[in-house]
């Protein structure tokens, strides 16, 4: 399937990668690796613990046309990388990429996720957590307990970092892999399983 949070098998996840974007990705030849924005207007702004990432989208970048949209162009803002990544934290989505942003300690997210499992109820999607916000339409806020000066690369993997749109996680829940819907120059036309 097509789910950026539940794909392992790397066809998918090179398809996915065309369909869906991170913040940021690699510059393509580029010696030694350079990681350069993709959605992002710039690198991010870094404290100097490397505690603190702040990423501003460019505006102007749109999810691609779907039904869901119902025929109104969806633009990606920040709040779309703040699902995404809670995403990752929600026990009723599987996936092997929670690691890379546990390791990572992002302030009260782990913590949230426990309580969920705890009380067996849904992810509050909603809820604060002060590792994980967004500041203003186009930017937002990652917090860590740790310094990580390595964690932009956790921001350039589209198979678990790209932005989902949560109208269409929601339309699609019982099919989403089916259904990949990002901002990518590509788009799934047809998927014989």
């Known amino acids: 399937g097509f789910d950026p949070l539940t794909v392992g098998d790397n066809t998918s996840i090179t398809i996915l990668a065309h369909i869906f974007e991170s913040p940021y990705t690699y510059a393509r030849l580029a ?5 350069v924005p993709q959605t992002a207007a710039a690198l991010p702004e870094v404290s100097d613990d490397f505690r603190r990432f702040v990423v501003t989208l460019q505006p102007g970048i749109f999810f691609a046309d779907d039904a869901v949209f119902q025929g ?3 633009e ?6 703040v699902y995404s990544i809670k995403r990752l934290y929600d026990p009723a989505v599987k996936t092997e990429h929670l690691f890379h942003f546990e390791n990572a300690r992002l302030l009260g997210l782990s913590e949230l996720r426990r309580r969920v499992i705890a009380s067996k109820s849904p992810f509050p999607y909603d809820e604060p957590v002060a590792g ?14 740790q310094p990580n000066p390595r964690f ?30 990002g901002t990518g120059p590509y788009r799934l036309t047809e998927w014989r399983r």
């Open 31 to 35: 010696e030694p690796v350079t990681v």
């Open 72 to 74: 109104r162009p969806r």
């Open 76 to 81: 990606l803002v920040a709040a779309d990388y």
């Open 132 to 145: 994980l916000r967004a500041l203003s339409r186009y930017s937002f806020e990652i917090r860590l307990a």
């Open 152 to 181: 932009i690369h956790v921001l350039a993997a589209p198979n678990y970092c790209g932005a989902v749109a949560r109208e269409v996680v929601e339309a699609y829940a019982a099919d989403l892999a089916a259904h990949p819907v």
